[in-house]
Every structure is written in C-alpha cells, then in structure tokens.
Nanobody, 115 residues
Framework: QVQLVESGGGLVQPGGSLRLSCAASGIFHRLYTLGWYRQAPGKQRELVAAITSDGTTNYADSVKGRFTISRDNAKNTVDLQLNNLKPEDTAVYYC?????????WGQGTQVTVSS
C-alpha cells in the first residue's frame, strides 16, 4: 500500500518562501509522474507543477519563475520550493503520483500567505 505524505506547509508573509515535501511510502514505481496540485476555497483543484521520472518539468503559468519542483528517485520524494509567495497562492497543496495504475494522492498541506 503506497501512501503519499506531505509536509512543510504553514503561514508566511507575502514575498516569503516555503518548501513542501512529499514522501512515498511502500513499494513505489519510479516511473510515476509526480506533482503538486492546489485547491483554494471555492475554486477547482489545479495543477501547480509536475515532474516526470526523467526530470522533465511543467509549471502553471501563475507560478513560473517562482516555484521549483524537484524529485529524488532514490528516496521516492518530490519537493516544491515556493518563492516570492503571493496571497493568491493560499490553498491546500496536494501531492499526486500518476501515469501508472493506480493514481495516488496525499492528504494535503495548508499554505497561507498573509501579512
């Protein structure tokens, strides 16, 4: 049974930084694409960033140049560095593994950007 466990959320002022981490426990196939989604109150869940097993990355336009996704295939982890945070980045951030069956989701971690 694979579980994705996120950590690193919190409250930060505008312009600040956070680093989110997601660790996959259990037997996890390294060919999964890993990524981060977010969901703000009253809005649909949206893709923030993704990284394939060979390191190809993809970012939402709203976070390009501010967020950086990385993964460690040996440790089955995926991180998201969030820089220059804005109030509109406030959301619950979810880790996801997809591209193979089944798809996995983490439980989510809250990021709040406020002064």
């Amino acid at each position: 049974q694979v579980q994705l466990v996120e950590s690193g959320g919190g409250l930060v002022q505008p312009g600040g930084s956070l680093r989110l981490s997601c660790a996959a426990s259990g037997i996890f196939h390294r060919l999964y694409t890993l990524g981060w989604y977010r969901q703000a109150p009253g809005k649909q869940r949206e893709l923030v960033a993704a990284i394939t097993s060979d390191g190809t990355t993809n970012y939402a336009d709203s976070v390009k140049g501010r967020f950086t996704i990385s993964r460690d295939n040996a440790k089955n982890t995926v991180d998201l560095q969030l820089n220059n945070l804005k109030p509109e980045d406030t959301a619950v951030y979810y880790c996801k593994a997809w591209g193979r069956t089944p798809t996995y989701w983490g439980q989510g971690t809250q990021v709040t950007v406020s002064s």
